[in-house]
């Protein structure tokens, strides 16, 4: 199911798109404020500690263009993008079932020198736990657009970060599960 979202999978999947097939977390860098215990293989790419955690793809630089993580589990997961250190990017950070403080929402920051700031607002959206889902992050010079299984949820205008390093990411607690991850 989670391969006709991508248009593609396994052996015939995009060059810019990890299926988690084999382990290729040495193909990533971490940024984080404490380190996520990560592992990849087996068509899933699991993490379960860490504190603001995010792995990026070694060379991959997101300016404008659309990253894609399928995802099945996010206690607090979501996507880092225009990355440019570990206290320098935007994140959209997802939520499912099992998240009781922010059960079932997404949500895009900015962090700068540390500090993050909601852009727009706390969207509600329908993960249970369990269930394969695409969120995605679209940009174009200033504007950023955030879907969940292909429909507009978040659209911010922020010039910030023009561009920068893209990947995973978990907050503060619980697992999360992603079943692939596309880079433009």
């Known amino acids: 199911m989670l391969a006709g979202m991508f248009g593609a999978s396994g052996s015939g999947a995009s060059p810019n798109t990890d299926t988690f097939d084999v382990d290729s977390l040495s193909d990533y860098t971490e940024y984080a404020n404490s380190a996520g215990n990560w592992s990849i293989g087996g068509g899933v790419c699991t993490v379960s500690t860490g504190s603001q955690a995010i792995i990026t793809r070694e060379g991959v630089v997101m300016g404008d263009g659309t990253a894609r993580l399928a995802m099945t589990n996010a206690y607090d997961g979501g996507l880092g993008f225009r990355l440019q250190d570990n206290n320098n990017y935007y994140v959209a950070v997802v939520t499912d079932s099992t998240n009781s ?10 962090r700068v020198s540390g500090s993050y ?5 706390i969207q509600s959206i329908s993960f249970v736990a369990g269930t394969p889902h695409v969120l995605e ?8 657009v955030v879907k969940w299984d292909g429909a507009t949820i978040i659209s911010q205008t922020d010039s910030t970060f023009s561009s920068g390093r893209v990947g995973p990411r978990m907050g503060d607690a619980g697992a999360c599960s992603y079943d692939s991850f596309t880079w433009p």
């Open 117 to 121: 700031t909601l852009l727009g607002s």
């Open 101 to 110: 403080a922010q059960n079932q929402k997404l949500q895009m920051y900015k």
């Open 137 to 144: 992050v679209v940009c174009s010079g200033s504007s950023i």
